[in-house]
């Protein structure tokens, strides 16, 4: 039978990743945070000096990356580019990034290798819709655009770094009327997902309600 696989999509500061980890750890699976390849090659392309719009550069140099996720760290080509990637900065580059065919035909293999015995919980905007289509179990987790907003500014105020709440809130609808509007992979739930409003949710009861699904979908 086929690895099992959880995916969680949704808009950028909804919780996936959090959530993802959360589940992942709980069941023992392996975890695959999508975002952070598209992240890691705009990171990447950027210091190469690569157009954010080069798709042929951008695959080419994605061939050489030696990627590695290594309990919370992340690594490419021995260096650590773990908070490089989470930036909001990153997150805007790589919308631009995963909007590209080209790019996103070149990092669906890789995607697809992180599917390992017992199971995968798959992160992203499009694990349930394209990736993943067989997955048993498939979330899309939402939240109001205000309060994404509202987290990352907490986040980014609470690691000490100075921000603007109205200007995340500007960069959150642009980028999510990109990623809802690209021709390739929109995002938007799968047609047998769970759909999953965040807003008013701690993440402890968005767990619970996710862990409740696979409990029903997964043997």
């Given at each position: ?35 952070a ?10 210091a ?30 021995g260096?650590?580019l ?24 070149a ?15 798959a ?10 289509t ?5 979330i ?12 990352r500014?907490?986040?980014?105020k609470?690691?000490g ?20 509007e ?38």
């Open positions: 039978m086929a690895v099992p696989v959880v995916t969680i999509d949704g808009p950028g500061g909804a919780g996936k990743g959090t959530v993802a980890s959360a589940i992942a750890n709980a069941l023992g699976w392996h975890l695959l945070d999508s975002g390849l598209y992240r890691i090659i705009a990171v990447a392309g950027v190469d000096g690569i157009a954010l719009d080069d798709a042929q550069a951008l695959v080419e140099m994605s061939e050489g990356l030696d990627i590695v996720f290594d309990d919370g760290q992340v690594r490419v080509n260096a650590n773990t908070d490089a990637i989470r930036t909001e900065e990153a997150g805007n580059n790589a919308s631009q990034v995963a909007a590209l065919p080209p790019v996103r035909d990092i669906f293999a890789l995607q697809q290798g992180f599917r390992r015995a017992p199971g995968l919980v992160d992203g905007r499009d694990m349930g819709t394209v990736v993943f067989d997955a048993p179990v498939k899309f987790l939402d939240a109001s655009a205000e309060a994404r907003a509202e987290r500014y907490n986040q980014l609470n690691n770094l100075g921000v603007n709440l109205r200007a995340l809130l500007e960069q959150i609808q642009e980028r999510d009327a990109r990623d809802r690209r021709v390739v992979a929109p995002l938007k739930p799968a047609d047998d997902a769970l759909i999953i409003d965040s807003t008013e949710m701690t993440i402890d009861e968005v767990v619970a309600t996710v862990m409740t699904q696979i409990s029903s979908k997964v043997e």
